[in-house]
């Protein structure tokens, strides 16, 4: 990983150890925070770990993914149309045919609109693995924006993978939590694997693996 996302206190080691897993395990990654929190320079990152045998799929409607051409032969990049209008090269309709061309892993950089997100969700039920970036304050607010606003159900969030939130502190970009969304029957679980503490500048350690619903 980028040394200097730790160099600049983004993340820790154990962090980045515990992330570089999660992407070996093909596990997916969803980033969330504010405008400029450092979302897609920390994807970026993440998919400089993607192993180079992976098939790797790039749906933007604006580039911001790395270049890697040189080093990965395993990949191809589509650039598609943005905005909320689901149409034959709308984001959210190429989403949904990745299925049919069967990627190890893809990256959908940001999830903007509802018919994105249902395209996001719609895939991950069927397996698909990858990282992607949505706007929102914190983890509270961003299940709120996919049950209401986008009435994404909540078993749905069993699909999830981890979600990483991260937040801008006097112009450094923090991950501030790392998470597991597990719903078991009426009763929606977050899960903390780190958590930032703003007032000690550290990370805490809340869960391990063995508590995840992804490695029983």
């Known amino acids: 990983?980028?040394?200097?996302?730790?160099?600049?206190?983004?993340?820790?080691?154990?962090?980045?150890?515990?992330l570089y897993f999660c992407i070996r395990r093909?596990?997916?990654v969803t980033v969330v925070g504010e405008t400029d929190s450092g979302k897609t320079t920390l994807i970026n990152?993440?998919?400089?770990?993607?192993?180079?045998?992976?098939?790797k799929i790039y749906l933007e409607d604006v580039v911001e993914s790395l270049d890697q051409k040189e080093y990965d032969m395993h990949q191809l990049k589509y650039v598609v149309s943005g905005g909320a209008e689901y149409t034959e090269r709308s984001k959210?309709?190429?989403?949904?045919?990745?299925?049919?061309?069967?990627?190890?892993?893809?990256?959908?950089g940001e999830i903007l609109t509802k018919e994105e997100c249902e395209s996001m969700f719609h895939c991950l039920s069927a397996g698909l693995k990858g990282m992607q970036t949505c706007h929102g304050f914190d983890i509270y607010s961003i299940i709120t924006r996919w049950e209401i606003h986008f009435g994404i159900p909540k078993l749905c969030f069993n699909?999830?993978?981890?979600?990483?939130?991260?937040?801008?502190?006097?112009?450094?970009?923090?991950?501030?939590?790392?998470?597991?969304?597990?719903?078991?029957?009426s009763d929606l679980i977050i899960r903390e694997f780190f958590v930032y503490n703003p007032f000690k500048s550290n990370w805490e350690k809340r869960s391990s693996l063995n508590e995840s619903k992804m490695f029983r």
């Open 26 to 28: 093909r596990i997916n």
């Open 159 to 185: 699909d999830l993978g981890i979600v990483i939130t991260m937040k801008k502190f006097d112009n450094k970009r923090i991950v501030t939590g790392i998470y597991e969304l597990e719903y078991n029957d």
């Open 92 to 108: 959210a309709s190429q989403i949904k045919k990745l299925l049919h061309r069967s990627p190890d892993f893809v990256y959908l």
């Open 1 to 18: 990983m980028n040394n200097l996302l730790i160099i600049n206190n983004t993340i820790t080691v154990e962090i980045a150890a515990f």
């Open 45 to 55: 990152a993440l998919d400089l770990l993607v192993p180079l045998h992976f098939r």
